[in-house]
């Protein structure tokens, strides 16, 4: 028997291609496919939310799976500690802050986002959360294609960039 034999199903080293929507607890829509455009990762190189990349795990293409995510199994309770006033002068000059701003932090390889939440007199509250931490999310995700990842693809754990993708 061949692939083709089987029925195409989401599984290790298979590269996914999915319609998505994701909602909060109270049903207000927080992204979707329409908007992002579709899903596209290698299955089992947690690129995903691990809980939602279990989930999806078997589903054939053409079948539309529904996974309610606690924040502990989606992207954490919301950490107050992770609020805090930076300085002005302990951020670079040249930096333009308003709120809203995602910034990128860290050194030693470990890297971490921040958001600007609101200016102050002496510089800016800046929020490590996740936007998403302390959330309930809703994922809808239909499967649109799956087939088995190239020798590059599983060993990268991305899935190639489509023809219109492609950089110059």
């Given amino acids: 028997m061949t692939w083709t034999d089987h029925p ?7 590269v996914v291609t999915a319609d998505y929507s994701l909602t909060d607890a ?3 829509r927080l992204d979707d496919s329409k908007q992002s455009g579709p899903m596209r990762y290698v299955h089992g190189h947690v690129t995903l939310l691990p809980a939602l990349e279990r989930a999806l795990e078997g589903a054939e293409v053409g ?19 992770l609020v805090f006033e930076a ?17 990128r932090s860290g050194s030693h390889g470990r890297q971490f986002s921040l958001r600007v939440v609101r200016l102050t007199d002496q510089g800016a509250i800046l929020d490590g959360n996740h936007p998403l931490a302390g959330k309930q999310l809703c994922f809808r995700v239909t499967i ?6 190239s020798t590059q693809e599983a060993q990268s754990g991305r899935p190639e960039p489509l023809p ?3 950089r110059p």
């Fill in 63 to 81: 079948s539309t799976v529904t996974v309610e995510l606690p924040p502990e199994a989606a992207y954490g309770e919301r950490q107050e500690n």
């Fill in 144 to 149: 649109k294609d799956v087939r088995a990842a």
């Fill in 164 to 166: 219109d993708q492609a």
């Fill in 26 to 28: 109270d049903g207000e």
């Fill in 87 to 103: 300085n002005r002068t302990a951020l670079p000059d040249d930096l333009e802050l308003y709120p809203g701003r995602q910034l």
């Fill in 8 to 14: 195409r199903r989401v599984a290790f080293n298979t």
